[in-house]
């Protein structure tokens, strides 16, 4: 009989996500094993006590996720996950921390989805704002449509230092070319949108973004996602069933909601934890791994 498939999940918070417990079992993992409170420091060790206690063959029916709310942490975390592993002894590991890399690649391949079928071209030379800059969602959104040829900004809500420095790490990490804006004022936030292609609203839920009024002068504006269910919504006059519905009083630029960006991050996420498990040799996989699937599933 093969031994069950375990998924170790390790979290530098205090509980891990009932969420990701949840769709880890319903990928197909017999059981999900929650470790709290760790550290980067951590992870070395716990990932060797996990690859140790089989043989190579029977460590292929385990594997490791790393959640978390930051960004930078939790990659730093597969990062030292895949230092502890000893061929053969080795296992997948998968990073999300907070749903954010698998909601911000579904959001960027619903919107690439919308300039094709609505527009015929791609993200290339774009010009992407992204709000809610300092935010997981954000960073990975902007990351990503970086990496597929758009000019992308992230933009902060408190002043332009602490997203400027988020910019430079992300710049550094992933040799793209982020920049970066001040969004505190609302004045501010509209001046941005109106010189978009693409708008992506990543900010907290249950506050409103940008209004119509803030979007109708945006003439080159083509598609507007917005990731926020909880009213009211991060950009008025997107539904949150909308995608690819044109925004009512902007010059035919279409909205993308969350429940419609939800069903392909749902997908993507399950589809990230099977991956491991159908794997025959190690998978390491963050937002650009998800955005890959995303992309299959929005074709």
Do not use: W
Request: glycine share 10%; net charge negative; charged share 25%.
């Amino acid at each position: 009989m093969a031994p069950p498939r375990i998924l170790h999940m390790i979290t530098p918070l205090k509980y891990m996500s009932p969420f990701d417990i949840n769709m880890g079992i319903d990928a197909g993992y017999d059981h999900a094993v929650p470790y709290t409170n760790a550290t980067i420091e951590d992870v070395y060790g716990l990932v060797q006590d996990a690859i140790f206690s089989r043989s190579p063959e029977g460590i292929k029916r385990q594997a490791v996720f790393i959640g978390g709310k930051r960004a930078i942490e939790s990659l730093d975390m597969l990062d030292r996950a895949k230092k502890a592993m000893v061929p053969p002894f080795e296992i997948s590991v998968f990073a999300d921390p907070a749903g954010s890399f698998t909601t911000a690649a579904a959001m960027v391949a619903c919107a690439k989805k919308a300039l094709n079928s609505t527009f015929g071209t791609d993200f290339k030379d774009k010009r992407v704002i992204v709000y809610g800059g300092t935010g997981v969602v954000a960073f990975a959104s902007a990351v990503i449509a970086s990496m597929d040829g758009a000019k992308a900004f992230l933009v902060g809500y408190d002043g332009p230092e602490r997203v400027r420095r988020l910019t430079m790490e992300a710049n550094d990490r992933f040799d793209v070319d982020l920049d970066y804006a001040d969004g505190t004022t609302e004045e501010q936030k509209a001046e941005l949108a109106h010189g978009a292609d693409v708008i992506f609203s990543a900010g907290p839920a249950g506050r409103q973004i940008l209004s119509q009024e803030q979007l109708k002068p945006a003439q080159q504006l083509k598609v507007a996602a917005d990731v926020n269910a909880v009213p009211p919504l991060g950009i008025e006059g997107i539904g949150i069933q909308d995608n690819g519905v044109p925004i009512e009083g902007t010059r035919g630029a279409v909205g993308i909601g969350a429940l419609a960006i939800g069903d392909i991050k749902y997908k993507t996420e399950i589809g990230m934890f099977k991956e491991m498990i159908t794997a025959e040799s190690p998978v390491y996989l963050d937002f650009r791994a998800a955005y890959r699937l995303a992309q299959e599933l929005t074709s």
